[in-house]
């Protein structure tokens, strides 16, 4: 059972912009906070933003400023607007719980800022 799926990420010049979305079952959607987390070659995966079922944001400080994340509760639906994109935001992207809840990860989509 998909419970998680990510989508929107590409291959994008330093100082673009990419929207990225997350589509949550309902009964993830309506329990948990949920965050947008990255992984880059060779490194751990990290927490870049999260956003509580009442809409409180917090943000990685490495993003701070250039993403925004939102969740829309009706449709069951996350994003994550990222401008000012680096070289150094290029990863897989995830999206999931936060904290965690022991979700099973979805398949990413990633996320490549390349000139």
């Known amino acids: 059972q998909v419970q998680l799926v990510e989508s929107g990420g590409g291959l994008v010049q330093p100082g673009g912009s990419l929207r990225l979305s997350c589509a949550a079952s309902e009964t993830i959607f309506s329990t948990y906070s949920m965050g947008w987390y990255r992984q880059a070659p060779g490194k751990q995966r990290e927490l870049v933003a999260s956003i509580s079922r009442g809409g409180s944001t917090n943000y990685a400080d490495s993003v701070k400023g250039r993403f925004t994340i939102s969740r829309d509760n009706a449709k069951k639906m996350m994003y994550l607007q990222m401008s000012s994109l680096k070289p150094e935001d290029t990863a897989v992207y995830y999206c999931?719980?936060?904290?965690?809840?022991?979700?099973?990860w979805g398949l990413g989509t990633q996320v490549t800022v390349s000139s």
């Open positions: 999931n719980t936060s904290p965690s809840a022991n979700v099973e």
